[in-house]
């Protein structure tokens, strides 16, 4: 085990239905900071040159730093990268809110999605269960109203969903994808690939929570973090 970190990576075949998660190596967690560099070093490994941003053979990745899940002020960000059909290059987005969160106290620091599902599709991750359902009663459905419905689906409004909505799934290249119902993850026409891959939505709930290697120390910092961002808001206002 090394701290911050969860420790591992979801893999996620959505033509195929295959899902495994892997270890996240100490080696790219430590070279590779944070959700971006870890998606960075990921995309670069695995993509081809050439390959079409809306094809099969783009990824589909999110990613969580070493601080998110934890209570520094400001930690819960998550980035999704993927060869942009903007630019035809390295794309990703940044978002908050609580769904990176939720990733990480799942247990996963990285979501990697490959290939394209038949059909439309989210996917459900319950901490150590993880699977593909059925999205085709949501497929048209703005993110606030898939919000609602997938959470009915489970049963659950307290779980966290990241969504595309219609202009994700016709391809639009100014797509967002959204989390927590506003916070959005919105360059580089990231939710167009997200729709281009037939996927939803992926909906989490997790129960894990994060291991910090010294907590009383680490709350000490995190005491001082709140202060600090209390006499800025002073002096900005």
């Known amino acids: 085990m090394f701290f911050g970190w969860a420790g591992r990576i979801l893999r996620v075949d959505l033509k195929t239905g295959k899902i495994k998660a892997v270890p996240l190596s100490k080696e790219l967690a430590v070279n590779f900071i944070g959700g971006r560099g870890l998606n960075s070093k990921i995309l670069y490994d695995e993509v081809k040159l050439g390959i079409d941003p809306l094809g099969s053979e783009n990824k589909l990745i999110f990613g969580t730093g070493p601080l998110t899940g934890t209570l520094i002020p400001c930690s819960g960000r998550w980035t999704v990268t993927a060869k942009s059909p903007v630019t035809d290059a390295f794309g990703d987005g940044n978002a908050g809110g609580h769904w990176g969160a939720e990733l990480k106290w799942a247990g996963y620091d990285v979501i990697v999605l490959e290939n394209q599902a038949e059909r439309p599709s989210y996917l459900w991750i319950d901490d150590d269960h993880v699977e593909l359902r059925d999205a085709t009663h949501v497929w048209g459905f703005d993110v606030w109203e898939t919000n609602e419905i997938i959470k009915e689906d489970i049963g659950d409004t307290e779980i966290k969903v990241a969504s595309i909505g219609p202009a994700g799934e016709n391809l639009v290249n100014a797509a967002c994808v959204l989390s927590d119902y506003t916070r959005a993850a919105g ?24 291991t910090i290697a010294n907590p009383k120390e680490f709350e000490r910092v995190v005491e001082e973090g709140i202060e600090m961002l209390k006499i800025g808001d002073k002096w900005w206002f």
């Open 187 to 210: 360059k580089c026409g990231i939710g167009a690939v997200m729709g281009s891959k037939n996927l939803k939505a992926v909906a989490i709930r997790g129960t894990k929570g994060v």
